[in-house]
């Protein structure tokens, strides 16, 4: 009996590669290649079907390989800073560019500190690299690589032609001051001399008026105050006195009354008032009000008093426009104590175990666990690191194997993984049918009488010693 069994499983397998044959596929089972058919295909490959097919001998991708690797066999991974995960095929060049401040082919060179906001990209027709927003002050060429020859040049045309002084000097060659022609002028324009910005505190064309209502006296040339206002004003100009019924608060430790654009009293009311600006009293019959309805979590408790949006960034670890959101204990902890920003994005990445902008997604529970890989699943897609566990399948891991695949016969060892492919090799359990053992069996089974059986596997010898099996078996 144990002769009849062996020689109808290698029937069945032998059926199965020549199917695969007719199909203008490799001799091996989907996710296998390798002379005797006992490696696995790179779980990288690109499924059809959601198969993975590979060449017998090199063990190519037949279909190419899923977004983040590349290489014949789809097991390399693609560069990091590309600005989407799908990268060339063969080269692993990125397909749609670099994230800001690297460039090149695989975008692992860093742009030059001389480019402005160091942005920089090479031109793929010319193979030149550039900088994107042109060049800080004193450097010129296409990647901000010559120095103005003039000390003097904050902008140049090329090295010994300048286009724009440095603050506080004018001239063809930048070499007359400003302020010796209007006293406390620090920038002018380079050919009519005209005074552009006045020393901290002036303003006017001839820099002789004072901007004492401008905190710090930082102000423009017409006047307009760059900072907040002082001295209980508001105002683009800080010109208009704030009502004198707005509680007092700081910004950037300056004491302030009132919003600098409309005057609006931001911390709220002194008891007893009430309004934008505080100018209406209340009912003599009124509870006394809460001084303030700011959120807790704002700095300083400060807020707009008419939708309580946090003036400033928010504390404690807390986000939203008033700082009432906590951010996800998912989030990495930074050196300064943070761990999201004011939209709640975790600002060092998450806690090993997560993925997503905020962190709240946990990596899929089927993915392998080993201890080495610096993350469970990636922070953008939730991709497993390492696999997945035994038993389940996909980029997730989130496909279960199929349970109603008949065992593994005695003495031999599995040469398929599931995360690979999901084909039953050894057939399915009684009651199934399928390649994936998923169906139902329904039809009525006859009874087959030892003679049946010596019939067939008569017919299966013959067959067999006629034509052969086509492909190596390996358990032969």
């Keep these: 009996m144990a002769i009849i069994n062996h020689i109808l499983y290698v029937s069945i397998v032998c059926v199965v590669v020549a199917v695969n044959v007719e199909n203008g596929y490799d001799l091996c089972l989907p996710g296998l290649h390798g002379t005797n058919c006992t490696l696995n295909c790179s779980n990288h490959c690109m499924p059809k079907d959601g198969l993975i097919y590979c060449d017998q001998k090199t063990g190519s991708c037949n279909h190419g390989c899923i977004d983040g690797a590349y290489g014949v066999t789809c097991n390399n991974i693609c560069p990091q800073d590309c600005v989407t995960p799908a990268c060339d095929r063969y080269t692993g060049n990125c397909v749609s560019g670099c994230e800001n401040g690297r460039y090149g082919d695989d975008c692992s060179q860093i742009c030059s500190a001389k480019c402005r906001n160091r942005l920089c990209r090479t031109n793929r027709t010319s193979g030149i690299t550039e900088c994107i927003e042109g060049c800080i002050s004193g450097y010129t060429g296409t990647y901000c690589n010559v120095a103005c020859s003039n000390p003097r040049c904050e902008v140049c045309r090329s090295e010994n032609i300048c286009d724009q002084c440095k603050g506080g000097y004018f001239g063809d060659a930048c070499d007359q001051t400003c302020s010796t022609l209007i006293p406390r002028c620090s920038r002018c324009d380079r050919k009519t001399s005209d005074c552009q910005q006045c020393q901290q505190g002036y303003f006017g064309p001839r820099c002789d008026k004072r901007c ?55 911390l709220g009311c002194k008891t007893g008032f009430y309004g934008n600006r505080c100018e209406q009293l209340c009912n003599e019959n009124c509870p006394v009000p809460i001084a303030s309805q700011c959120s807790p979590n704002c700095p300083d408790n400060t807020c707009l008093q008419i939708d309580g949006t946090c003036s400033m960034d928010c504390q404690d670890n807390h986000y939203g426009s008033q700082c009432d959101n906590m951010c996800s204990s998912n989030c990495k902890v930074t050196l300064t104590g943070e761990t999201c920003d004011r939209q709640g994005q975790c600002i060092q990445g998450c806690k090993r175990g997560f993925y997503g902008q905020l962190c709240t997604d946990a990596c899929p529970a089927n993915c392998k666990n080993d201890g080495k890989s610096s993350d469970i699943c990636d922070r953008r897609y939730g991709r497993c690191s390492a696999g997945c566990s035994p038993g389940w399948f996909g980029w997730k891991c ?18 398929i993984d599931c995360s690979k492919s999901s084909n039953c090799l050894f057939g399915c359990l ?20 030892a003679n049946h059986i010596m019939i067939i596997v008569a017919l299966v010898i013959v067959e067999i010693a006629r034509n052969g099996c086509p492909g190596s078996i390996a358990y032969l």
């Design 212 to 266: 004492d209502n401008c905190t710090n006296g930082l102000c423009s040339i017409d006047g307009s105050c760059t900072g907040q206002c002082s001295n209980r004003n508001y105002g683009r100009f800080c010109d208009q006195s704030c009502p004198l019924n707005c509680i007092l608060f700081n910004v950037d430790n300056q004491p302030v009354h009132c919003s600098k654009e409309k005057g609006f009293c931001s």
């Design 398 to 415: 989130n496909s279960p194997c199929y349970m109603n695949c008949a065992p593994v016969p005695e003495g031999k060892t599995p040469v």
């Design 430 to 449: 009684a009651g199934w049918k399928g390649d994936t053992c998923d169906q139902k069996q329904t039809s009525r089974v006859g009874i087959i009488t």
